[in-house]
């Protein structure tokens, strides 16, 4: 039986998709309809390379895009002016601000301002002084905010610098540790940076402590919506809440957890065991955890949540009717 292809599902939602472009900034930067649906297919097809695409499934995510963000970036791969000046006097600041934290304390003599303005040609598409097609927003599918994309892409550069100088290894295995395989559905297939796996192995350990120390019920919240596929209506009725309240109770939840996971990577120190340290990870290496974390679903929740085996009766004992 073949798969649903998410791209028949999302053309399926012709007014849907009207409602979404018309609540949007797509118009105001000149992104027609058609090139607003291409960005959604290009993210849609991006998400449920691994994942099952339902009806369900492909509206809930296009519930939670971050979907102002993917038609600026949009626009701005097509060479729309009023986006790209929009996304200049907007971010430049930013970027050199998070360029200063990312090279703070830094040995390698990076530049934070060069750091950040050199991001600008690759966003634009710049090749040989000309645009092309190889804009880095092409790239950006509107998971994450825009700002936390551009946020560990200059971390990815910050620390490509440090490597190429320095021929520096940010995170070396402990002496006397074991190095454990990772789970298939965490290992990196992408050529672009050799020590991802070892950034998502720790973003794991991060992550499985903290949510041990999370109040019971945001964990219960996380893994109904990650590990059983349950939506925000499902899970509010097994709570006894409203939609919205699901909603914004798992939010609450999720950036619990992230603060949880960026101060375990930070410190190296792990609630559950607290005599086993790491080496403590920079900004820079925290951005790129937290990116990879969200690229092609590499984390699969239902590892890390478990499904509880079915009772058994006990022998000569009758279930009552």
């Known amino acids: 039986m073949s798969r649903p292809d998410p791209l028949a599902i999302l053309?399926?939602?012709?007014?849907?998709?009207?409602?979404?472009?018309?609540?949007?900034?797509?118009?105001?930067?000149?992104?027609?309809?058609?090139?607003?649906?291409?960005?959604?297919?290009?993210?849609?097809?991006?998400?449920?390379?691994?994942?099952?695409?339902?009806?369900?499934?492909?509206e809930e995510y296009l519930?939670?895009?971050?979907?102002?963000?993917?038609v600026l970036a949009a626009a701005c791969m097509e060479g729309m002016e009023p986006a790209w000046d929009h996304f200049v006097r907007t971010y430049r600041a930013y970027l050199r601000a998070v360029a200063c934290s990312i090279t703070a304390n830094s040995r390698s003599g990076a530049d934070a301002q060069e750091l950040a303005d050199s991001l600008f040609a690759e966003l634009f598409g710049l090749v040989d002084g000309k645009r092309g097609e190889a804009s880095l927003f092409r790239y950006f599918h509107g998971r994450s905010s825009l700002k936390t994309w551009l946020r560990a892409i200059l971390a990815q550069r910050h620390i490509d610098h440090i490597r190429q100088s320095r021929r520096w290894e940010s995170l070396e295995q402990e002496d006397g540790e074991e190095v454990k395989p990772l789970p298939t559905q965490i290992v990196s297939t992408s050529p672009l940076d050799p020590h991802r796996n070892k950034y998502l192995r720790r973003f794991l350990l991060a992550l499985t402590d903290s949510l041990s120390s999370l109040p019971p019920e945001d964990?219960?919240?996380?893994?109904?919506?990650?590990?059983?596929?349950?939506?925000l209506a499902e899970i509010g009725r097994l709570f006894g809440e409203h939609e919205s309240s699901a909603s914004r109770h798992l939010?609450?939840?999720?950036?619990?957890?992230?603060?949880?996971?960026?101060?375990?990577?930070r410190t190296g120190r792990h609630t559950n065991n607290p005599r086993r340290t790491f080496p403590a990870m920079s900004e820079a290496e925290i951005a790129l955890c937290l990116q990879y974390a969200t690229e092609d679903s590499p984390i699969d929740f239902r590892q890390i949540f478990p499904e509880e085996p079915p009772r058994k009766s006990q022998p000569g004992r009758k279930e009552s009717s």
């Open 219 to 231: 964990r219960k919240r996380l893994e109904l919506y990650y590990a059983r596929d349950k939506t």
């Open 63 to 70: 519930h939670v895009l971050h979907m102002d963000d993917l």
């Open 11 to 58: 053309r399926e939602l012709g007014l849907r998709l009207d409602t979404l472009y018309a609540a949007s900034t797509a118009s105001s930067w000149g992104l027609s309809r058609p090139q607003f649906q291409v960005a959604l297919e290009r993210s849609v097809v991006k998400h449920f390379t691994e994942a099952s695409a339902t009806r369900q499934a492909v």
């Open 251 to 265: 939010e609450h939840a999720r950036r619990e957890l992230r603060n949880k996971v960026e101060d375990c990577l």
